[in-house]
T-cell receptor, first 112, second 116 residues
Framework: GDSVTQMEGPVTLSEEAFLTINCTYTATGYPSLFWYVQYPGEGLQLLLKATKADDKGSNKGFEATYRKETTSFHLEKGSVQVSDSAVYFCALSDLNTDKLIFGTGTRLQVFP | DTGVSQDPRHKITKRGQNVTFRCDPISEHNRLYWYRQTLGQGPEFLTYFQNEAQLEKSRLLSDRFSAERPKGSFSTLEIQRTEQGDSAMYLC??????????????FGPGTRLTVL
């Protein structure tokens, strides 16, 4: 079945460092891909999305490009802030039902 | 639009008791999803509704679990004879109908269940 694999955390960075969180997927067809973020004590929020190959999703300085050839959707940010500390989830949506299939999450800790 | 709400936010119960959770989706969202999230894991799909019809149930949803959405608005998730393994965060999400190219789900804050 469809699945998402993302790098294990925690990822620990200093403020203004470059961030990459790897995500790869297995799916039949070409699902939509998402990054959700969960800040401490809060619910899941959509960070960005891409619906077809080569699409780039972006929001709040974060970017991810839908790579069909490598079945990847890596999350990047050029300069992280302390306020970016959170758990990040990569997900894909089932083509028929739109149910989301999530990775296990990657905790990001940014220190000043 | 006040977002997806869930009630209660926290529930502590003893093994063997029944519990019921409620989810109020964003108004006019026709699809409603339930997920379960255990510590250190990503959310796992449980079931979903399109209007009042329950269209899919995960194999994770044992016979002790039942979900309803009687009028196509709010939904309830009931767990009978709770077990310690049911301890998790139960998340609800809703989605608007067929907005072109956009299939974002909006999540509620979750109900954290602890079974003692």
């Amino acid at each position: 079945g469809d699945s998402v694999t993302q790098m294990e955390g925690p990822v620990t960075l200093s403020e203004e460092a470059f961030l990459t969180i790897n995500c790869t997927y297995t799916a039949t067809g070409y699902p939509s891909l998402f990054w959700y973020v969960q800040y401490p004590g809060e619910g899941l929020q959509l960070l960005l999305k891409a619906t077809k190959a080569d699409d780039k999703g972006s929001n709040k300085g974060f970017e991810a490009t839908y790579r069909k050839e490598t079945t990847s959707f890596h999350l990047e940010k050029g300069s992280v802030q302390v306020s970016d500390s959170a758990v990040y989830f990569c997900a894909l949506s089932d083509l028929n039902t739109d149910k989301l299939i999530f990775g296990t999450g990657t905790r990001l800790q940014v220190f000043p | 639009d006040t977002g997806v709400s869930q009630d209660p936010r926290h529930k502590i119960t003893k093994r063997g008791q029944n519990v019921t959770f409620r989810c109020d989706p964003i108004s006019e969202h026709n699809r409603l999803y339930w997920y379960r999230q255990t510590l250190g894991q990503g959310p796992e799909f449980l079931t979903y509704f399109q209007n009042e019809a329950q269209l899919e149930k995960s194999r994770l949803l044992s016979d002790r679990f039942s979900a309803e959405r009687p009028k196509g608005s709010f939904s309830t998730l009931e767990i009978q004879r709770t077990e310690q393994g049911d301890s998790a965060m139960y998340l609800c999400a809703s989605r608007s109908p067929g907005t072109s190219g956009v299939n974002e789900q909006f999540f509620g804050p979750g109900t954290r269940l602890t079974v003692l």
